[in-house]
């Protein structure tokens, strides 16, 4: 396949870009470096361009005669979503209907999309099936849910073979540990935690000790890079034989913001300071993907399921890299 993988100098673009090339594909990377990092580009083509650029979009779709395009180029934070609604409408609404756009203005039907768990918002049960209603409580999952229908209608119109990847937790370092997570600033809570072990801050916070959990603290589903990359190779191949496809991906196993902090400590033989502060707004006592669908339809199950492995993994890369990339 010839694939252009928007937003391929990011955490899950860089990850995907790798797999793609080891797996005998084409892969061009399109991607601003607003968030990315060139330094985790691999040995492929890379446009630096803008998904609100029309002409450039056209331009390298015909240039690279794109067979298929990965879109991970949104952003990811949900608390800033509700201070900044605007920038995330612009960005993860405005700029993939401007990409979509291109695609059908140069004839490129397949496109595979980054979406996230937060489109079911708070479910009612758990784990999470694809049929789950989808209430998104913050703009973020609500950009998702849009950039879903906007496809779905497409799709309904003959003019795109979508398929949407929920994701949950996507953690660890990939590509044989060579491709590990650099968000700045960071939010996510395997690094973070890995951080404090580093000595990085004065240590890590628990949001919230009072949820109905066995420990107290929220349970979330941590899916190996690795793990979801994979299922994307999996998907393209599927829309060959489906026009509209809509997967979770998430390890189907829940783990504590306590196990993970455990979990850190036992791979780093590390203490550090555990500070106990009140919940966040929104924040679900538990949230797990069932993954059935996927299994079932795709052949696709987890490869590292188990955290202290994910953690290994992205412990190796945090300390090979203590400054993240060097761009």
């Known amino acids: 396949m010839r694939v252009l993988v928007a937003g391929g100098a990011g955490y899950i673009g860089s990850n995907m870009t790798a797999m793609l090339v080891r797996a005998g594909h084409e892969a061009i990377v399109f991607d601003n470096l607003s968030r990315g990092h060139k330094a985790a580009v691999q040995k492929c083509e890379?446009?630096?361009?803008?998904?609100?650029d029309y002409d450039i979009l056209v331009k390298t779709l015909k240039k690279y005669k794109i067979e298929v395009v990965m879109h991970f180029a949104a952003f990811i934070e949900a608390g800033e979503s509700v201070e900044l609604p605007l920038k995330y409408y612009r960005n993860n609404v405005c700029n993939t209907c401007n990409l979509l756009s291109a695609m059908e203005e140069v004839g490129v039907a397949k496109f595979v999309f980054s979406s996230s768990a937060?489109?079911?918002?708070?479910?009612?049960?758990?784990?999470?099936?694809?049929?789950?209603?989808?209430?998104?409580?913050n703009p973020y999952g609500q950009t998702k849910l849009d950039?879903?229908?906007?496809?779905h209608f497409q799709s309904a119109a003959g003019k795109l073979r979508y398929a949407?990847?929920?994701?949950?937790?996507?953690?660890?370092a990939g590509a044989d540990g060579t491709l590990g997570e650099d968000h700045?600033?960071?939010?996510?809570?395997?690094?973070?935690?890995?951080q404090a072990a580093?000595?990085?801050?004065?240590?890590?916070?628990?949001?919230?000790?009072?949820?109905?959990?066995?420990?107290?603290?929220?349970?979330?589903?941590?899916?190996?890079?690795?793990?979801?990359?994979?299922?994307?190779?999996?998907?393209?191949?599927?829309?060959?034989d489906r026009a509209e496809l809509i997967y979770n991906l998430g390890n189907g196993k829940g783990y504590s913001v306590r196990e993970v902090i455990e979990t850190v400590k036992k791979v780093s033989g590390k203490d550090f300071a555990v500070f106990e502060a009140d919940r966040r707004g929104g924040d679900p006592p538990a949230l797990t993907a069932g993954t059935s669908k996927a299994h079932a339809e795709l052949g696709w199950e987890p490869d590292i399921p188990k955290l202290e492995d994910i953690v290994s993994g992205a412990w190796k890369w945090h300390n090979?890299?203590?400054?993240?990339?060097e761009d």
Request: charged share 25%; net charge negative; proline share 9%.
């Open 320 to 325: 090979e890299h203590p400054n993240g990339y």
């Open 46 to 52: 890379f446009v630096r361009g803008d998904l609100a």
């Open 198 to 240: 580093m000595g990085k801050g004065s240590g890590v916070k628990i949001y919230g000790t009072d949820y109905p959990t066995p420990d107290g603290t929220c349970i979330r589903d941590y899916i190996h890079i690795d793990d979801l990359c994979r299922a994307h190779l999996l998907a393209s191949a599927k829309l060959d």
């Open 118 to 137: 937060a489109v079911y918002g708070i479910p009612e049960k758990i784990p999470i099936a694809e049929d789950t209603p989808t209430r998104p409580i």
């Open 147 to 151: 950039v879903e229908r906007m496809c």
């Open 184 to 194: 700045r600033p960071e939010s996510h809570l395997i690094p973070l935690t890995i």
């Open 164 to 172: 949407t990847l929920r994701y949950f937790n996507a953690c660890g």
